[in-house]
């Protein structure tokens, strides 16, 4: 891609991701994730409605009437962001590809967390680690973030969960925030995910397309699969074999929340015809 093009794109995905985590979402942010607890951070002198239990003691002997402490929330939180680069998210039938709701969602959760102090890294994967970016603040590291999400072009096809949690349980030590998105096109990823959720606060966004869950009746078509280069051809006109394909699509649904269910994960899911904002919002709310 060239430079411009590039500037151009991870400038508007700036304007949007930012201003909605300004005006929506860094508050709620906030209340979902909390510190490690509340920090004392100086004495005042005690104001009609402050608790009793609030009171310095000491500090009100020595200078002869009231005093309280203040306390704060110990916050000191770091966001990694799991970022799922796979073949597979290349697919888009109607507003947008997976990929680029990936980006859009991984750019306002890092402007969140740099709004609340927060450190915001991400780790890019296929069925390989294929990128690791450190949790760092400042809008110059989202950028850059920014720039790799939207540029970054993988050098494997396949999707391995597994491998990704297996990595964040290694390079990060310290408890952290992740937010694994993915179409979650994979298995044998469910131990990897409550041993990483034991470690860490993991939330999942499951990002997905229609042409995920059902086939649109548009004749005899060739289809592929995007990681593993396998094709046939499907009669797309066939009832049979669109129910068969919606059925297949909802077990798969529905398997995938009984692992995040199993594992104590909180999830929201994202289509890519549909905004985010409410699914996201309501992620936080479940939380707050």
């Keep these: 891609m060239e430079t411009s093009e590039l500037l151009k794109k991870v400038r508007a995905i700036e304007i949007k991701t930012r201003g909605l985590s300004n005006q929506i979402f860094s508050g709620e942010y906030h209340t979902a994730f909390k510190g490690r607890g509340m920090a004392f951070s100086e004495n005042r002198e005690y104001q009609h409605g402050d608790e009793i239990r609030d009171i310095d003691w000491n500090v009100t002997a020595r200078m002869g009437h009231p005093f309280v402490k203040v306390f704060e929330e110990e916050r000191e939180l770091t966001a990694v962001i799991l970022a799922d680069v796979s073949a597979s998210e ?15 969602l991984a750019a306002v ?33 989202i950028l850059r973030i920014i720039r790799e999400l939207i540029n970054f072009e993988a050098q494997h096809k396949g999707t391995s969960l597994k491998t990704a949690l297996e990595y964040l349980n290694t390079a990060i030590k310290k408890r952290t925030i992740v937010f694994l998105i993915s179409d979650f096109q994979d298995e044998g990823f469910e131990d990897a995910l409550k041993i990483a959720n034991r470690k860490h606060d993991v939330v999942a966004f499951r990002v997905f397309d229609q042409f995920d869950v059902e086939l649109p009746d548009i004749g005899l078509v060739r289809m592929e699969d995007k990681e593993s280069g396998e094709s046939a051809w499907v009669n797309t006109s066939s009832q049979k074999v669109r129910m068969e394909y919606a059925k297949n699509g909802k077990m798969k649904e529905l398997k995938l929340k009984e692992t995040f269910r199993k594992a104590g994960i909180d999830f929201a899911s994202f289509n890519t015809a549909e905004e985010y904002v409410k699914p996201l919002m309501s992620l936080f709310k479940r939380r707050g």
Excluded: C, W, Y
């Design 90 to 104: 290349s697919i888009g039938s109607r507003k947008q590809l997976k990929r680029q709701l990936v980006t859009e």
């Design 109 to 141: 959760m890092a402007f969140s967390a740099i709004q609340n102090n927060d450190k915001a890294g991400v780790i890019l994967f296929s069925d390989q680690v294929e990128k690791f970016i450190p949790p760092k603040k400042g809008k110059t590291h």
